[in-house]
Structure formats: structure tokens, C-alpha cells
């Protein structure tokens, strides 16, 4: 009978043990569960508290336009948190500049790159480089030739057209229905802004006025003013600028020569623009939107890191036309 008993307690004994033994394991398995998953995003493989780091390249680091970028950029950055940022650019437009500043985030170690291309051919190598290296590219402003996970940028060829319609506007409004009209671009390379031409010229096509051969001031105010200069000696009766450096140079040469009755339209916006907007010498600008184009190239470059879907990759960021009626109310 003592040895019935003391089996049935052995029994009891060793049946609690393995028991315990099975819950602490559950328990072990739950655990280290638990801490896989909370150190770590599941779609991107990164630890907990570990930053994204994004990227930032414009063509370069002066104009207004770059600056409202990268200040749309840190306003995203700030909402979302969890980012590493850097806005990284060249001192002046410059293809080789440009493609040494994406090989740095290719070493740096970028997750991903927001960036305006200053040509759609001169960075696309260095951008499949980054492609290969698992980082993901978001244009802003102008995209290269190599796919990307999404665009942020203007309608170029539409506001094109959106300045020569208020070229053509001024002029009727003084009675010029002919006259030779000068152009004053960035190169022939730069997509934004070849557009932006292309879209002027079809605004005047058939209108009764001469379009000049276009000439290039690689975006430096002073090169344009100097463009502009020999447009006005030649006796044009306007002239458009496609960027910022060419809008400044083009309405510093119609103040230069008192000449209000030359239109210059211009394109982009900085306090030098406005200025000259605001005093006449410019009739207006055709005003972009950079600050969203950065605030949304760092939203989507974050759900392109985590893997997510994006319901629009190709979003135009839209223009308005700001002249002396409303130059007031624009910061």
C-alpha cells in the first residue's frame, strides 16, 4: 500500500513538473516574440528607434525656390519624426556636383533620396547606383530617367503656356498685337524648364508676334540681365524668363532701362522677384509650390522605406499667377 502511494506521489510530482516546465516555455516563446516585434519595423527591418535617413539634393543650394524645399522637407520631418535628414546640393547647378552629392548618400548610407535632377540623362546612372543599393528616389521639381517611387512637381508645360497667356494679356492691354518677344531659359538640358518653354511657345504660336531664338543664362541673374540687355536693344516688346536667376536678370534690365512698357513674365518666386513685380518692372510671375513639393517628397520617401503603397505616384503641385493685383498678400 506505502508503495502505491508513493508512485501515485512520484506520478503527481513529475506531472507538475513537466507541467511547469511546458508553460515556462510558452512563456520564453511569448516573450522573445514580443521583443522581436517591438524592436523592430516589419516592413523595413529597421531596429525601434533607429532613424530613416532621407536625403535631400536640389540643383543647388542659393535659390529661393531650393531654400522653400528643403524648409517644406523639415516641416515633414518634424510631423513625422523618426528621420535623419539632409539637405545636400551643390553651391551652383552643376551635373558632376550633383552626381558626387548622390554618390555621398549612396556612402552615407541613405535609406532614401528626395531629389530635383538637373538633367533627365546627366544623374540617372548615379541614380540606379542608389537603386541598387536598396535606396528609394522620390523626384521634387524635375525627375532624371530612371524610375522612380513617386514625382512631386509642377505642370511645366502647362504654366508654360500659363506665361505666355499672361505675355499675350499685357500685350493686348497696350495695344501691341505684333513684336518680337526674347526668351530667356537655363540651359537646354533642364526638363522644368524646357517645358516651360516649350508651353510659352504654344501659347503665342499664331498670335502675330516673332519668338527669337531662345537664349541660355544658365540660371545666374547677372548672365540673364546681360541676355535681357541685348533682347531690349534689339527692340522687343517682352520678355520671359523660365527660372528664378532668369526672372531676376530679365526684370533688372527693363529697370535698368526705365522701359515699363516691355513685359517681362517671369517664373518662380523670391523677394528679389517680388520686389520687381511690386514696382512694375516685372508685369508678373508664374509662382510655384516648393514648399509642398518638399513637405510631400519626405511623406512619400517614409512609405517608400516602409514598403507602402502610394495612391498617386504623379502629383502635379499646381502654380498661381501673382502680378501687382496681388503681390501684396504673397510671403
Same mark, same amino acid.
Given at each position: 500500500m506505502?508503495?502505491?502511494v @508513493?508512485?501515485?506521489?512520484?506520478?503527481?510530482?513529475? @506531472?507538475?513538473?513537466v @507541467? %511547469? !516546465?511546458?508553460s515556462? *516555455?510558452?512563456?520564453s516563446?511569448?516573450a522573445?516574440?514580443?521583443?522581436?516585434?517591438?524592436?523592430t519595423?516589419?516592413?523595413?527591418?529597421?531596429?525601434?528607434g533607429?532613424k530613416?535617413?532621407?536625403? /535631400?539634393?536640389?540643383?543647388?543650394?542659393t535659390? *529661393?525656390?531650393?531654400?522653400?524645399?528643403?524648409?517644406?522637407?523639415?516641416?515633414?520631418?518634424e510631423e /513625422?519624426?523618426?528621420?535623419d535628414?539632409k539637405?545636400m546640393?551643390?553651391?551652383k547647378?552643376?551635373?558632376?556636383? *550633383?552626381?558626387?552629392r548622390?554618390?555621398?548618400?549612396?556612402?552615407?548610407?541613405?535609406d532614401?533620396i528626395?531629389?530635383?535632377?538637373?538633367?533627365?540623362? =546627366?544623374?540617372t546612372?548615379?541614380?540606379?547606383?542608389?537603386k541598387?543599393?536598396?535606396?528609394?528616389i522620390?523626384y521634387?521639381?524635375?525627375?532624371a530617367?530612371?524610375?522612380a517611387?513617386?514625382? $512631386?512637381?509642377?505642370d511645366n508645360q %502647362?504654366a508654360?503656356r500659363?506665361?505666355?497667356?499672361?505675355m499675350i494679356?499685357?500685350?493686348?492691354?497696350a495695344?501691341k498685337?505684333?513684336?518680337?518677344?526674347g526668351?530667356?531659359?537655363?540651359?537646354?538640358?533642364?526638363?522644368?524648364?524646357? /517645358?516651360?518653354?516649350?508651353?510659352?511657345? &504654344? =501659347? /503665342?504660336?499664331?498670335k502675330?508676334?516673332?519668338l @527669337?531664338?531662345? *537664349?541660355?543664362?544658365?540660371?545666374?541673374?547677372?548672365?540673364?540681365?546681360?541676355?535681357?540687355?541685348?533682347?531690349i536693344?534689339?527692340?522687343?516688346?517682352g520678355? $520671359?524668363g523660365?527660372n528664378e536667376g532668369?526672372?531676376v536678370?530679365?526684370?533688372?534690365?527693363?529697370k535698368?532701362?526705365?522701359?515699363k512698357d516691355?513685359?517681362g513674365?517671369?517664373?518662380d518666386?523670391?523677394?528679389a522677384?517680388?520686389?520687381?513685380?511690386?514696382?512694375?518692372?516685372l508685369?508678373c510671375t508664374?509662382?510655384?509650390?516648393p +514648399?509642398?513639393m !518638399?513637405y &510631400?517628397?519626405?511623406?512619400? %520617401?517614409?512609405?517608400?522605406?516602409?514598403? +507602402?503603397?502610394?495612391?498617386?505616384?504623379?502629383?502635379?503641385?499646381?502654380?498661381?499667377?501673382?502680378?501687382?493685383d496681388?503681390?501684396?498678400s504673397?510671403?
Open positions: 506505502k508503495k502505491k @508513493l508512485a501515485v506521489l512520484l506520478c503527481t510530482v513529475l @506531472l507538475v513538473s @507541467l %511547469a !516546465g511546458c515556462s *516555455q510558452n512563456n516563446e511569448t522573445g516574440e514580443g521583443k522581436t516585434n517591438g524592436s519595423d516589419n516592413a523595413t527591418g529597421q531596429n525601434e533607429e530613416y535617413k532621407i536625403i /535631400l539634393i536640389t540643383m543647388d543650394s535659390d *529661393q525656390h531650393w531654400v522653400a524645399v528643403d524648409k517644406g522637407a523639415k516641416k515633414a520631418v /513625422l519624426g523618426n528621420i535628414y539637405w546640393a551643390p553651391d547647378k552643376d551635373d558632376a556636383q *550633383q552626381i558626387e548622390i554618390n555621398n548618400a549612396i556612402a552615407d548610407g541613405a532614401a528626395v531629389i530635383a535632377a538637373t538633367g533627365p540623362d =546627366a544623374v546612372a548615379a541614380l540606379e547606383e542608389a541598387t543599393n536598396g535606396i528609394k522620390v521634387v521639381d524635375s525627375p530617367n530612371t524610375e517611387y513617386a514625382t $512631386f512637381a509642377t %502647362a508654360g500659363t506665361a505666355g497667356e499672361q494679356k499685357a500685350l493686348e492691354a495695344g498685337k505684333d513684336g518680337k518677344v526668351i530667356v531659359n537655363v540651359n537646354s538640358a533642364t526638363t522644368s524648364t524646357v /517645358l516651360r518653354e516649350k508651353g510659352f511657345r &504654344e =501659347a /503665342l504660336e499664331g502675330g508676334y516673332t @527669337l531664338p531662345t *537664349q541660355y543664362g544658365e540660371g545666374d541673374a547677372m548672365k540673364s540681365q546681360d541676355i535681357a540687355d541685348n533682347y536693344t534689339d527692340g522687343v516688346v520678355i $520671359f523660365t532668369s526672372t536678370g530679365v526684370g533688372n534690365a527693363i535698368a532701362y526705365g522701359q516691355i513685359v513674365v517671369g517664373f518666386k523670391s523677394d522677384i517680388l520686389s520687381l513685380v511690386k514696382e512694375g518692372w508685369y508664374i509662382v510655384q509650390n +514648399e509642398t !518638399g &510631400e517628397g519626405i511623406k512619400a %520617401a517614409v512609405k517608400a522605406i516602409k514598403g +507602402e503603397k502610394i495612391d498617386n505616384p504623379n502629383v502635379d503641385t499646381g502654380v498661381s499667377v501673382v502680378s501687382q496681388n503681390v501684396d504673397i510671403q
